[in-house]
């Protein structure tokens, strides 16, 4: 039985399918999706339907695509020109595939794995982002979730502050969680560099992060690609821009990839 820890999907449902091709699945095999299964790519609801169906079998962690579906569906949040998510909106199965979607973590943790779509300020352990994930999975699936869903929006507060309260928390920590790439060292965030070059000031979020931690998981920075060290595995590797999508089995740290079948040709968001 072995685990394998999949990039970014975005809607590239015939690439997931020979990647889990070319590892040659198991009946016992476990997945681990590191956010953004839709949007961008052309069967998001082929994506949502199968993985699912897996089960147990998958984790998956929340993304900004993903919650930016979620908050499509429930009318507080208008589209973008290059979303693709609407065989996803129009399926009967909709309310189903959303709710199963919005009921997922922000965050994970197995062994000496922690798996997040983007980043953690450095203010933050990993038992105290844990919990701070926590909060949000709570807000997200408690019965006024559309109330959180029409604040979740927006780039303040910037950093981290423990005194933080109501729909300013949890903006916070799904902004660090979901769309954090630059940050500096006192936890300001940087949400306008997509590239790999930080601003002034400003470095990558995982170079703050002590070794001791176990290695960290994440996609959403498909500028950066794939970059594996010893503590860290960067797994969005862009497939839905013409890059590959990537899976690592961690209990060895074999690497699979198979290349785009349906690139876009529009720029990153």
Known sequence: MATYAI??????FDELCALLDKIGL?????????????????KSLDVLRF????????????????????????????????DTLEAVLRAPDRPELVDWLRTRPLMHTAGDYVMVHAGLVPQWTIDQALALAREVEVAL???????????MYGGHPDRW????????RLRVIVNAMTRLRFCRADGKMQFGAKGTEPPRGYRPWFEFRRREEGTLLFGHWSALGLKLTPHLAALDSGCVWGGKLSALRLEDRAL?????????????E
């Open 256 to 268: 699979y990839q198979v290349g785009c079948r349906a690139a876009q040709s529009s720029t990153e």
């Open 141 to 151: 699936a408690a019965p006024n979730y559309r109330e959180f869903l029409a604040h």
């Open 7 to 12: 990039g970014d999907v975005q809607g590239c």
């Open 161 to 168: 502050r423990a005194d933080l309260s109501g729909f300013d």
């Open 26 to 42: 198991g009946a016992g095999d476990r997945l681990w999706f590191v956010g953004d299964l839709v949007n961008r790519g052309p």
């Open 51 to 82: 993985v699912r169906s897996l089960g147990e079998r998958a984790i998956v962690v929340l993304g900004n695509h993903d919650l930016h579906l979620v908050a499509q569906h429930e009318g507080v949040e208008p589209p973008k020109k290059d």
